[in-house]
T-cell receptor, first 108, second 114 residues
Framework: RKEVEQDPGPFNVPEGATVAFNCTYS??????FFWYRQDCRKEPKLLMS???SGNEDGRFTAQLNRASQYISLLIRDSKLSDSATYLC?????????FGAGTRLFVKA | DVKVTQSSRYLVKRTGEKVFLECVQD?????MFWYRQDPGLGLRLIYF???????EKGDIPEGYSVSREKKERFSLILESASTNQTSMYLC?????????????FGDGTRLSIL
């Protein structure tokens, strides 16, 4: 079993749709969690950290479920510019382990 | 803003060459990392360093070595490049403190080994 697993997608959604991604992790000692966005042929960029109580940044909401060992990302009112690959990561100690990413295509 | 700079965006080398990839960060971060990213495999950790002159193997260290002589610089070395090392290489850094400190990535080096 991979340490971090994501549905690779692709998710194809129309503009304005709500889309949700999940990410499961196997290391119960993981301390911190993140969502990154990666555009084609670019580096991953931090989208948001994920806090235990859940957190929101505009149209984006992240949640953590420690009991079931997954994190989620909800995107509301999808824009064309949201098209990208979304990577989840979790850190325990020095290392951050990343999922392979979920591809999102938002269509007009 | 954190700035992580990789020396080359695109690099083409020949099989058997010794290849150096350089990474510099300007935020005095203790921890630095080298990953490679391949389609369908995601980000795989090659080596990391938590201090000057300290290094630890990641998940796929074979065929690579690293050097951390100064805090701001972390170099990845392909001792004798092979075609299966063609990939996107990403450097990252983060501060030493444990807790909710994310990694910040450089803009990557696309390396082709012919």
């Amino acid at each position: 079993r991979k340490e971090v697993e994501q549905d690779p997608g692709p998710f194809n959604v129309p503009e304005g749709a709500t889309v949700a991604f999940n990410c499961t992790y196997s290391n119960s000692a993981s301390q911190s969690f993140f969502w990154y966005r990666q555009d084609c042929r670019k580096e991953p960029k931090l989208l948001m950290s994920v806090y235990s109580s859940g957190n929101e940044d505009g149209r984006f909401t992240a949640q953590l479920n420690r009991a079931s060992q997954y994190i989620s990302l909800l995107i509301r009112d999808s824009k064309l510019s949201d098209s990208a690959t979304y990577l989840c990561g979790n850190t325990g100690g020095f290392k951050t382990i990343f999922g392979a990413g979920t591809r999102l295509f938002v269509k007009a | 803003d954190v700035k992580v700079t990789q020396s080359s965006r695109y690099l083409v080398k020949r099989t058997g060459e010794k290849v150096f990839l350089e990474c510099v960060q300007d935020m005095d971060h203790e921890n630095m990392f080298w990953y490679r990213q391949d389609p369908g495999l995601g980000l795989r950790l090659i080596y990391f360093s938590y201090d000057v002159k300290m290094k630890e193997k990641g998940d796929i260290p074979e065929g690579y070595s690293v050097s951390r002589e100064k805090k701001e610089r972390f170099s990845l070395i392909l001792e004798s490049a092979s075609t299966n090392q063609t990939s996107m290489y990403l450097c990252a850094s983060r501060p030493r403190e444990l807790g909710d400190q994310p990694q910040h990535f450089g803009d990557g080096t696309r390396l082709s080994i012919l």
